[in-house]
T-cell receptor, first 114, second 114 residues
Framework: DAGVTQSPTHLIKTRGQQVTLRCSPK?????VSWYQQALGQGPQFIFQ???????QRGNFPDRFSGHQFPNYSSELNVNALLLGDSALYLC?????????????FGSGTQLSVL | KNQVEQSPQSLIILEGKNCTLQ??????????LRWYKQDTGRGPVSLTI?????NTKSNGRYTATLDADTKQSSLHITASQLSDSASYIC?????????????FGTGTRLLVSP
């Protein structure tokens, strides 16, 4: 049983560019959350998707957008990249109402903006 | 404001020694608290969950405690191993805080030295 998978593992972009990160949830999970983790910091909640809709959003600008597909996989899009967007982007999946909604994290995508 | 504070920020111990990590929170009403272990460049992995009625719970060499009155939790690691070197993140979930709104601590970075 594959866990949460994210792609790509590493990415280098320049300021102003756009990026798309992808996430496949753990089998049986229907909810996907995205987090941004700066070096030495805890993860910061970006948003969460359930039933193909954004259900919750953290304090991130509209440059951060996402999507969830019918197969529960998800994408995170970031437009007009800034140097400060350099971070580890984590995807976490869970199943609504199960196991106190324990999160299973992927290994993340390390984004570097130059 | 819902917050989770962890101490110490970083810690170096010798292999075989014990250590205790602290987590203080202000999240209220409280639902549960999880300790996650995050290896460098990887996603966090859940070690244990503490609910309101639980005072202590063990997972191998890891023992978590919870004092819901003082809003404090600790993670005790016994007979540390080199593989325990990681960041340990405390995550608190509140009640009625939205679809899924978790509050993350910034983590304690543990280095176990040979």
């Amino acid at each position: 049983d594959a866990g949460v998978t994210q792609s790509p593992t590493h990415l280098i972009k320049t300021r102003g560019q756009q990026v798309t990160l992808r996430c496949s949830p753990k089998s049986g999970h229907d909810t996907v959350s995205w987090y941004q983790q700066a070096l030495g910091q805890g993860p910061q909640f970006i948003f969460q998707y359930y039933e193909e809709e954004e259900r919750q959003r953290g304090n991130f600008p509209d440059r951060f957008s996402g999507h969830q597909f019918p197969n529960y996989s998800s994408e995170l899009n970031v437009n007009a990249l800034l140097l400060g967007d350099s971070a580890l982007y984590l995807c976490a999946s869970s199943r609504l109402g199960q196991e106190n909604e324990k999160l299973f994290f992927g290994s993340g995508t390390q984004l570097s903006v130059l | 404001k819902n917050q989770v504070e962890q101490s110490p920020q970083s810690l170096i111990i010798l292999e075989g020694k014990n250590c205790t990590l602290q987590c203080n929170y202000t999240v209220s009403p409280f639902s549960n608290l999880r300790w996650y272990k995050q290896d460098t460049g990887r996603g966090p992995v859940s070690l244990t969950i503490m609910t309101f009625s639980e005072n202590t719970k063990s997972n191998g060499r890891y023992t978590a405690t919870l004092d819901a009155d003082t809003k404090q939790s600790s993670l005790h690691i016994t007979a540390s191993q080199l593989s325990d070197s990681a960041s340990y993140i405390c995550v608190v979930r509140g009640v009625n805080t939205g679809f899924q709104k978790l509050v993350f601590g910034t983590g304690t970075r543990l280095l176990v030295s040979p």
